[in-house]
């Protein structure tokens, strides 16, 4: 796969610590790909996605989700209730 000059140009332009949390989100989605056998479909989008949510957890740091191995989704299964049951 190959990336866009634009997006290399984009990438070269980061500071050095915002390249630093870009390759680490590309590193992970790659990795997470890898494990479930999912094709990475466009390079280019990948790391123009990155850049915004690094850019956007800097504006707003409490938009970051921090893993716990503690937290669980909430989930809800209701049954189906017939027309009737009501």
């Known amino acids: ?5 634009q997006t290399l140009k984009m990438i070269n332009q980061l500071p050095p610590d915002t390249r630093v949390k870009v390759d680490q ?5 790659v990795a997470a790909c890898r494990r479930t056998g ?3 479909e466009n390079l280019d ?5 990155a850049v915004e949510i690094v ?3 800097e504006r707003r740091p409490e ?4 893993y716990s191995s503690e937290w669980e989704p909430f989930r809800r299964y209701d ?6 049951d009501l």
Request: glycine residues 0%; aromatic residues 6%; positive net charge.
């Open 1 to 5: 796969m190959k990336i866009s000059d």
């Open 25 to 29: 989100i590309i590193r992970t989605h």
């Open 63 to 66: 938009t970051r989700l921090e």
């Open 45 to 49: 989008r990948l790391f123009i996605e």
């Open 55 to 57: 850019k956007l957890e």
């Open 38 to 40: 999912s094709p990475i």
């Open 79 to 84: 049954q189906y209730l017939s027309p009737r």
